[in-house]
């Protein structure tokens, strides 16, 4: 007789006639049933985060969207009310009944286009008396002197705008300088 001996798989027949019963796995329905449970419900949670990520994000590209058309809109408005402030100090301080009454009529527009820009959140930028800040000025001359310091703004050629905490346009300034 052979002395080998006969390593049957599962369900293969020993050499004697007699088969092995299969490895029997150990079924808990329940704790398929939760570990399901527990993969959909972290599915659903990083959908939701998802979804909320994205609505925040689109939120947030709406704003910014309507914040860029407005600052578009409003950049080119700047000028007209530059002109306005230019004929209300031209016409201050005149004599002439008519210019004073161009001057009102100038005063009531001066006063709702303000009204209009604040309401916007336009404001203006505190340049006058300022240090020299290269991302709210824009130094177009440098004036030696010694009642100024240095790198102090003396003098404010054309206003600059800030929307929201957004530079609309940046002040023109003279600068002073010691040096």
Do not use: C
């Not at 010694?146 to 102090?152: K, L, T």
């Not at 404010?156 to 300034?173: H, N, Q």
């Amino acid at each position: 007789m052979n002395d080998t001996t006969f390593d049957p798989s599962p369900g293969e027949t020993a050499p004697g006639g007699q088969a092995d019963p299969p490895a029997q796995e150990s079924v808990d329905p329940m704790a398929d049933l939760r570990r399901e449970r527990d993969e959909f419900q972290d599915r659903w949670l990083r959908q939701t985060a998802e979804f909320d990520n994205f609505r925040k994000r689109m939120e947030r590209e709406r704003r910014e969207l309507a914040d860029y058309a407005a600052s578009e809109v409003l950049h080119e408005l700047l000028p007209v009310l530059d002109d306005i402030e230019r004929a209300l100090e031209a016409s201050a301080g005149s004599t002439d009944p008519a210019v004073a009454t161009h001057h009102q009529g100038l005063e009531l527009i001066h006063r709702q286009f303000s009204d209009l820009l604040r309401k916007r959140h336009v404001s203006a930028v505190d340049a006058l008396g300022a240090d020299f800040d290269p991302n709210l000025h824009q130094a177009v001359s440098q004036e030696y002197s010694e009642a100024h310091r240095d790198g102090e703004v003396m003098e404010e050629l054309r206003r600059g705008y800030l929307l929201k905490d957004r530079l609309l346009r940046p002040a023109m300034v003279k600068v002073a300088t010691r040096g």
